[in-house]
Nanobody
Framework: VQLQASGGGLAQAGGSLRLSCAAS????????MGWFRQAPGKEREFVSI???????DYADSVKGRFTISRDNAKNMVYLHMNSLEPEDTAVYYC????????????????WGQGTQVTVSS
């Protein structure tokens, strides 16, 4: 599976962005798809996951502001980010897990290249 993240950019605090992750390869619908982010000088952290069942989970820091979704017909995963805060500034990565991934980045088998999100105050 190859992943290509896009949609990052510059936003003002309180604004919105939508990240997209295009997946190539077979069996996309069976993968758990996650979003992680890494800010300068910090470790990569979990943001959200959508499982093959469609169930979702979010980091507490983004709960209520971010929404993850997937379109299995298009092999796409999205992260809708609302009410952005300067603390959301980071490189965002999409990742795919063959069914055991959750919040731990070590459980993910495939990673996209990352897309930069910068939120100004």
């Amino acid at each position: 599976v190859q992943l290509q993240a896009s949609g990052g950019g510059l936003a003002q605090a309180g604004g919105s962005l939508r990240l997209s992750c295009a997946a190539s390869g077979r069996g996309f619908s069976t993968y758990y798809m996650g979003w992680f982010r890494q800010a300068p000088g910090k470790e990569r952290e979990f943001v959200s996951i959508i499982r093959s069942s469609g169930s979702t989970d979010y980091a507490d820091s983004v709960k209520g502001r971010f929404t993850i979704s997937r379109d299995n017909a298009k092999n796409m995963v999205y992260l809708h980010m609302n009410s952005l805060e300067p603390e959301d500034t980071a490189v965002y990565y999409c990742a795919a897990s063959r069914g055991i991934g959750n919040h731990d980045a070590r459980d993910y088998d495939y990673w996209g290249q990352g897309t930069q999100v910068t939120v100004s105050s």
